[in-house]
DNA sequence: GAAGGCATGTAATGAGTTACATGATTAT
DNA sequence: ATAATCATGTAACTCATTACATGCCTTC
């Protein structure tokens, strides 16, 4: 008879055992927590913050309270052998590498299919937007700085960092685009 | 009787199209030029590669030649309507947002629940791993810039200035954590 | 008390991931 | 000739995404 696997968790696990760490939650709750952090540089839908819990449940990690009456929400906390799940992972090695989705960079990469309009149109787009969500990261450091905890800030700076970095990289390629149609 | 929907295109579609408008190729030729150029920052599943190209062309966008004998490889190549569609997309706004799925990133946001050794090993680890990944980049570069087209030695660019961003943020942030454990 | 938006969830579909499998080719 | 590795593909499964659906609360 062979043991019944435990699953290997994903991101999202970890995600939703850390936000639980804090505290009990519903998945409505997960959703705005996430959508204010990490959701920033990695997109959950909400329905996987629906699901995921239950996964976690179902894997003895969480444990699920279903309201009285009324709406009969479902409200989750972590489990001791979740923190012990948490803890692995966090002392754990971390061997993926970093991806980049950027839609941009695509575009970019095979963008000699496509008109020099194109290109002057996406360099000025992804800079902006580049800029924008930079300006954002900074004021919503500006507001947690004094009460979040520390790693959460350090997280936020990289994200400015980032931002900047690659803000930089779309000004720069814009300014040799436009000397080059000058000439 | 509505129209047949056709789907939406995913950024694999793209990835698919934009290398066939290269050149005719086999899945596996698509593994290869992936794994070497944007599979460095998004990466995709061998198989992605294989089922995407037979739903293009259920789509009508690629056509398939099918080898006699042997092993009756499949080679596809662009058709009229897959390059609209390159062109199309090239030409569109670029809405969503960048995402960076870097599960260093993750353990960072919830390394309170981690002890300070983990901390450390982090920071060390996602230093020196984003440090090789720009001196391959950079490397990679070297090599290419000569032949590649323009925009794709552009897309590396982008890359190593991103690695070499993130490769200071761990050391600057190594250098803050090492200096208050002598204090 | 009606409208609009926020909160809460499920279902259907489609895509991505992992594992498996085996045919060619090259090196020894 | 055998082993090792490269090339090629499919199947099963899990996950993510999108769309749908509706309850609850506020505000006018």
């Known amino acids: 008879m062979p043991e019944p696997r435990t699953r290997k968790l994903t991101a999202t696990s970890y995600v939703v055992l ?21 959701g920033n540089f990695w997109a959950f839908a909400h329905s996987q913050l629906y699901d995921e819990p239950a996964r976690l449940v179902a894997d003895g990690y969480v444990a699920e309270e279903v309201e009285e009456g009324g709406r009969r929400r479902r409200t989750y906390s972590i489990l001791p052998p979740g923190r012990e799940a948490l803890r692995e992972w966090l002392s754990s090695p971390t061997v993926d590498q970093t991806e980049v989705r950027d839609l941009g960079l695509l575009k970019l990469f095979f963008l000699n299919f496509g008109t020099r309009k194109d290109l ?64």
């Not at 850390?18 to 959508?35: H, I």
């Not at 947690?144 to 980032?162: F, M």
Request: charged letters at 35%; hydrophobic letters at 35%; proline letters at 1%.
């Open 18 to 38: 850390g936000m639980l760490s804090y505290s009990p939650a519903t998945s409505y709750d997960l959703k705005q927590w996430v959508a204010n952090t990490i």
């Open 120 to 183: 002057l149109q996406l360099a000025r787009d992804r800079h902006e937007s580049h800029r924008e969500r930079a300006d954002a990261y900074e004021d919503q450091r500006t507001e947690i700085v004094d009460y979040a905890d520390r790693w959460q800030v350090k997280t936020i700076e990289l994200g400015i960092r980032y931002e900047r970095c690659v803000e930089q990289f779309w000004s720069d390629f814009l300014k040799e685009l436009e000397e080059e149609d000058l000439s």
